[in-house]
C-alpha cells in the first residue's frame, strides 16, 4: 500500500512502513509538508498494521530543515512551530516501533525527527546540526530533548553553536545507534527493524513513555507510574504468550 | 435553535473549614505509622471539611451514627444552597425558574431527600419535578447528568437544575485498617451544580452541549468498592480493595470507545477530558491506559491537590475550572469520565 502526496510518502510493506520526505529540493519542511506528515500520523494511528515505521529521506538528503521561502510574505506566526511539534510528538508516540534512518544532512527539523525515533542508523556521511539559534530562533523541542540524550554541556554547544556534528561522533553520544558504510543504509534499516521486533506494542509504548518520564518525575511518583503500567502490560495477550511458553504450553 | 441540553450554568461551593493533610492526622487519632503515611501523599495539600470544631485537644470527637447523618444534612443544606445559587447566577436562572432539581449525594441516607429539603431554602417552586440520585457513589455526577440531560431534552425550553453534594467527612470512621486510612485522607466535602437546558437561551450562549452517555458496570468488581452498615462500627463504613484503581484503568477504554465510536471520533479528536478526581492511583491509571497527559488531567489533578475526593460532585469541580480557563473553542469536543462502586465507568461526551 502506498499513500502518495507532495512530500511525504508512505508505504506499508507487511510489518514495515517508511515514510519518506520529500517534495521541495533538499526536502525541506514547510506547512504542506507538515500537513502530509499529520495524514501519513493519521494513517499510521488510525491503521496501525505496520510493527515498524522506517522514517528517511529522498534523495540522499534526511532534510535540510526549515523552509524560510514561506515566510517570506507576511509576519511570521507561532502556530505553525506549534503544528511542528505535535507531528514530532506524535510521531514520538506512534503505536509501533520507529526508526530514523539518515543518509546526507539532517538539519534543524530533521535532527529534531531523529530524536524522536526508538531506533537512529546513519551513514557514514550523514551530518547533523541544529543551526536555529544562530538564525535566530529555537530549534524546537530539541531544546527539551537533546540534553536528555548528551548531557546539558554538550547539549548547549550543539544549539548554541549550530555545529555540524558526523555520524560517528553521533554514535559515540548515544544518539546514533549504528554507522554504516555510504551506500549500506538499507543494512542499517534491516539491522533496526530486526532488533526491535517481536513488537509487543503496549509494551512499547508504555515503555517508552516511562523511560521519557524518568527525567522529570519523583522515585515514588514513578513507581506508581509503572505499577499502573505493568498493571495493563500483564493483562495483554503477549505477556500471557510469554507465560503460556514458560509453562511449556502452546 | 438546539435541541441538545447544553451545560449553561456550573458553580460550586466548599465549607469554610480548610485543613491541612497533617492537621487532619493530627485530628483523627489513632493512626499508626503505616497508616499516618497515607496523609503525607503529596497529590492532596488539603481538603475543607464541614467538621465540628476541634476539641481543646486539638482531635475531632468521635460521632455517633446519627451526629454522622445530622451532620451530612446540615452541610449539605449549607453548602448545597451555595453551589446551587453560585450555578444559576452563573446562568442567569431565577430561582423560580427552575423547572426540575436533580440532587445526588452518597454521604447520608435522608427521607425526605435533598430535592424536598432544598425547596424552600432556594425558593423553588411548588411543581417542582424532582429526583435524588441516592447512593450511587463517586460515578453518581455523571448519573445525575443523565437525568437533567434527558429531562432538559424532553421538555425544551425547561431548565433542570443537577446538584452534587457530598460531606465525605460524615462517612469518616475510626479504625486501624488499611481501607479506613485511605478513605479519611482522601476524601472531603464539597457541592457543585450544573444549569441545564435544551434551547440554549440565556447569558452563557457558548455553553456546552451534552450530546451523549456510555455506561460500563464490572459486576464481578462488586465486592471491590463498598459503603455498608459495619455491625462492629455501628456505623456506615466505606470499603476500597486496593485493586480498584487498576480494574477501573483496565476497564476505562471500553466505554470510551464506544462513546467515541457512537458519535464517529477518534481520541486525538478529544480536545479536553473531565476525569474524575478519585485518586492518585486511579488517575495514573486511567492516564497510562488512555494514553492521557498530566495537561490532559491537570484540573483533575488541581481539585484532588485542593479538595481531595469531593465525590460525586468533583467532576463538575473540574468542568468549573476547564470553563473558568477559557481555552475551549467552539467545536472542541471532552470526555468527562466517572468511576465508583459497581464497579461503575460513567462517561459522557461534551461539545461546544
Redesign the interface.
Given at each position: 500500500m502506498t499513500q502518495r502526496s507532495e512530500s511525504a510518502t508512505l508505504e506499508v510493506r507487511r510489518r514495515v512502513a517508511t515514510l519518506t520526505l520529500g517534495g521541495r529540493p533538499g526536502n525541506r519542511i514547510h506547512p504542506g509538508l507538515i500537513d502530509d506528515l499529520g495524514r501519513v500520523l493519521d494513517r499510521l494511528?488510525?491503521a496501525p498494521d505496520a510493527e515498524v515505521l522506517v522514517v528517511r529521506g529522498a534523495g540522499g538528503v534526511f532534510t535540510e530543515g526549515i523552509d524560510f521561502a514561506d515566510f517570506a510574505g507576511g509576519n511570521p506566526d507561532v502556530h505553525g512551530f506549534h503544528r511542528w511539534e505535535r507531528v514530532v510528538t506524535r510521531v514520538e508516540?506512534l503505536p509501533m516501533a520507529t526508526v530514523a534512518a539518515v543518509d546526507g544532512p539532517a538539519m534543524g527539523g530533521g535532527f529534531q525527527l531523529v530524536l524522536a525515533c526508538d531506533l537512529r542508523v546513519g551513514t557514514a556521511r550523514s551530518t547533523f546540526a541544529l543551526p536555529e539559534v544562530k538564525q535566530g530562533f529555537l530549534p524546537g523541542m530539541a531544546t527539551f530533548r537533546l540534553a536528555k540524550w548528551v548531557g546539558l554541556g554538550v547539549a548547549r554547544r550543539w544549539v548554541l553553536t549550530g555545529e555540524v556534528v558526523g555520524a560517528s561522533e553521533l554514535a559515540e553520544r548515544g544518539v546514533l545507534d549504528r554507522v554504516v558504510p555510504d551506500g549500506a543504509l538499507e543494512d542499517g534499516v534491516a539491522w533496526a527493524v530486526a532488533a526491535l521486533g517481536p513488537v509487543n506494542r503496549v509494551a512499547l509504548?508504555?515503555a517508552r513513555?516511562l523511560l521519557d518520564e524518568s527525567f522529570a518525575v519523583s522515585l515514588e511518583d514513578g513507581v506508581?507510574?509503572l505499577?499502573?503500567?505493568q498493571?495493563?502490560a500483564i493483562?495483554q495477550e503477549p505477556f500471557l504468550r510469554t507465560l503460556r511458553k514458560a509453562k511449556g504450553s502452546p | 435553535m438546539n435541541a441538545a441540553p447544553r451545560l449553561v450554568g456550573v458553580g460550586t461551593a466548599l465549607p469554610r473549614k480548610r485543613f491541612t493533610q497533617a492537621e487532619i492526622a493530627e485530628a483523627l487519632p489513632g493512626l499508626d505509622r503505616r497508616n499516618a503515611a497515607f496523609f503525607r501523599d503529596r497529590h492532596i495539600a488539603s481538603r475543607h471539611l464541614h467538621v465540628p470544631d476541634l476539641g481543646v485537644d486539638g482531635r475531632l470527637r468521635d460521632e455517633t451514627q446519627g451526629e454522622l447523618l445530622a451532620r451530612h444534612l446540615d452541610g449539605a443544606l449549607e453548602i448545597g444552597a451555595a453551589a446551587a445559587r453560585e450555578a444559576l447566577d452563573d446562568a442567569g436562572c431565577p430561582a423560580d425558574a427552575v423547572d426540575h432539581l436533580a440532587c445526588v449525594t452518597t454521604t447520608g441516607f435522608l427521607t425526605p431527600g435533598l430535592t424536598a429539603r432544598l425547596l424552600p431554602v432556594l425558593g423553588l417552586r411548588r411543581d417542582l419535578h424532582r429526583h435524588d440520585v441516592v447512593g450511587m457513589g463517586c460515578n453518581a455526577g455523571l448519573n445525575g447528568l443523565q437525568v437533567g440531560s434527558w429531562y432538559a431534552a424532553a421538555h425544551p425550553g425547561a431548565t433542570s437544575l443537577l446538584l452534587c453534594v457530598e460531606i465525605c467527612s460524615a462517612a469518616y470512621v475510626r479504625d486501624a485498617s488499611v481501607s479506613t486510612a485511605v478513605v479519611n485522607s482522601l476524601f472531603g466535602d464539597g457541592a457543585a451544580a450544573a444549569v441545564v437546558r435544551a434551547d440554549g437561551r440565556g447569558a452563557a450562549a457558548f455553553a456546552p452541549r451534552v450530546l451523549g452517555f456510555e455506561s460500563h458496570v464490572v459486576p464481578e468488581a462488586l465486592q471491590a468498592m463498598r459503603y455498608d452498615w459495619d455491625d462492629g462500627q455501628g456505623k456506615f463504613s466505606f470499603f476500597l480493595d486496593r485493586d480498584v484503581p487498576l480494574v477501573v484503568g483496565a476497564e476505562v477504554p471500553v466505554p470510551v470507545a464506544r462513546l467515541l465510536d457512537r458519535f464517529g471520533l477518534r481520541q486525538r479528536q478529544v480536545a479536553h477530558w473531565i476525569v474524575h478526581s478519585g485518586g492518585r492511583k486511579v488517575i495514573d491509571s486511567i492516564k497510562y491506559n488512555l494514553g492521557l497527559t498530566d495537561h490532559d488531567v491537570r484540573h483533575t489533578l488541581s481539585v484532588l491537590k485542593e479538595c481531595g475526593n469531593v465525590s460525586s460532585a468533583s467532576f463538575l469541580f473540574t468542568l468549573g475550572r476547564l470553563l473558568a480557563e477559557r481555552v475551549a473553542r467552539r467545536g472542541d469536543v471532552a470526555v468527562a469520565i466517572t468511576m465508583g462502586p459497581g464497579v461503575t465507568i460513567e462517561t459522557a461526551l461534551l461539545q461546544w
Open positions: 494511528e488510525d508516540r509504548q508504555l513513555r506508581g507510574h505499577l499502573a503500567c498493571a495493563r493483562a | -
